[in-house]
Every structure is written in structure tokens, then in C-alpha cells.
Nanobody, 122 residues
């Protein structure tokens, strides 16, 4: 089973930046990030496919967040810039080997990290 370990979360002021990392135990077809804020359901943030590097972003983070990968390290990153208080959430790394299903849907992924807290203060 694929194991995922997130890191890089923390406390940052609004307008600041943070870089999340997710190390996977093995290669997967796609990897992504989801987040869950207090009182809200888990939502899609960004995803990337291993083979072609195609990326996906939710509208609220476009232009601010960048997802990237390092194939040699089986690692995906989420560079978060211009952070806003509404970005505060637990961020979860996800991975999956299924070639079907939308990258934006949680059910497409089979493996999940434990989550890392991102808190953006005003």
C-alpha cells in the first residue's frame, strides 16, 4: 500500500507563503492535495499527473498555488503564495493509480496522508 507523509504546514500571516511536501512510498498515476477547514467538507485544491505533468487547480487558488513534482523522489509539492485566512485548513496529500475518474474528486484517490495543518492569520 502506498504511504504518504506530508510536511511543511505551519502558521503564517496573510500574504505570506508556505510550501507543503508530500513524500510517497512509491510512484502513483496521480497525486493531489485536498483541504478541510473547520466546519467545512473536504475540498479539492490541486493535482498533478505523473506521466504528463498535467495540473489541476480549484478556482480559489489559481494564480496563488503551484503544484509540482519530483519524480526521482516520488514527492509532490504545493507552493502556496499570497495566503489568505480562508486558506486555513488541514491539508491532505492524496494519491491514486486509477486512470479513470476526475482528478478533482476525492473518490478517485486511494491513498491519503495524515494531514498537515496550515493556519493563516490576519
Amino acid at each position: 500500500q502506498v504511504q504518504l507523509v506530508e510536511s511543511g504546514g505551519g502558521l503564517v500571516q496573510a500574504g505570506g507563503s508556505l510550501r507543503l511536501s508530500c513524500a510517497a512510498s512509491e510512484r502513483t498515476f496521480r497525486m493531489g492535495w485536498f483541504r478541510q477547514a473547520p466546519g467545512k467538507e473536504r475540498e479539492f485544491v490541486a493535482a498533478i499527473k505523473r506521466a504528463d505533468g498535467i495540473t489541476y487547480y480549484t478556482d480559489s487558488v489559481k494564480g496563488r498555488f503551484t503544484i509540482s513534482r519530483d519524480g526521482a523522489k516520488n514527492t509532490v509539492y504545493l507552493q502556496m503564495n499570497s495566503l489568505k485566512p480562508e486558506d486555513t485548513a488541514v491539508y491532505f496529500c492524496a494519491a491514486g493509480n486509477s486512470v479513470v475518474g476526475p482528478s478533482t474528486a476525492a473518490h478517485t484517490y486511494s491513498y491519503w496522508g495524515q494531514g498537515t495543518q496550515v493556519t493563516v492569520s490576519s
